[in-house]
Nanobody, 127 residues
């Protein structure tokens, strides 16, 4: 298991931007595929984006394609999510998550197979 600590959440007006970051502990960050999820109060957790262990491959939920970008810096053990043109429907608690590198990417890219989670950071988009 890898320890994940998130930052960057906050309040932003519709149409604005936020950048979320997730710091991973240890020297084994490259052993994990990474992803972002979000959950609004009273709603199911929703997959947002995934990035392979190397950063070579990414996948996005249809709801955020073209607006969100997932990236990672394996040299500094960090995962980021850049959100642009934010909408009120983006309001949620955002979680970073890790899946072991030997988990099938076919599953990971669909939001399945994650075992480690950050504490969550609140993103609120006002209309």
């Amino acid at each position: 298991q890898v320890q994940l600590v998130e930052s960057g959440g906050g309040l932003v007006q519709a149409g604005g931007s936020l950048r979320l970051s997730c710091a991973a502990s240890g020297r084994t960050f490259e052993n994990y595929h990474m992803g972002w999820f979000r959950q609004a109060p009273g709603k199911e957790r929703e997959f947002v984006a995934a990035i392979s262990w190397s950063g070579y491959t990414t996948n996005y939920a249809d709801s955020v394609k073209g607006r969100f970008t997932i990236s990672r810096d394996n040299a500094h053990n960090t995962l980021d999510l850049q959100g642009n043109s934010l909408k009120p429907e983006d309001t949620a608690v955002y979680y970073c998550a890790a899946a072991l590198r030997d988990t099938k990417w076919l599953s990971v890219r669909q939001g399945v197979g994650y075992d480690s989670w950050g504490q969550g950071t609140q993103v609120t988009v006002s209309s």
